[in-house]
């Protein structure tokens, strides 16, 4: 999977260092595709992460086969 950063997404990145691009792939990988609410082009991933045990919300979009825009992501609870 090749990854595109939002412009969002890349300042809320120095804030949220540990949230890193294998964690994402990971969980847009193991959660189900479901639709945001707020954009209608963009999906949701939520999955728990098995080292931290943490669950991480993902906003994304699919650009192509193998592209996908990384809109946002974070944390839950």
Known sequence: ?????SLHWKQKR????DI???LIEYAIMHSTIV???HWKDASNAVCRVPPMGRTLK????RI??????????????
Do not use: N
């Open 58 to 61: 993902v906003v994304y979009r």
């Open 20 to 22: 890193t691009d294998d």
């Open 1 to 5: 999977m090749k990854f595109l950063h």
């Open 35 to 37: 639709r945001d609410k």
């Open 14 to 17: 120095q804030k949220r260092p």
């Open 64 to 77: 192509g086969i193998e592209q996908i825009k990384i809109i946002t992501a974070f944390w839950l609870g």
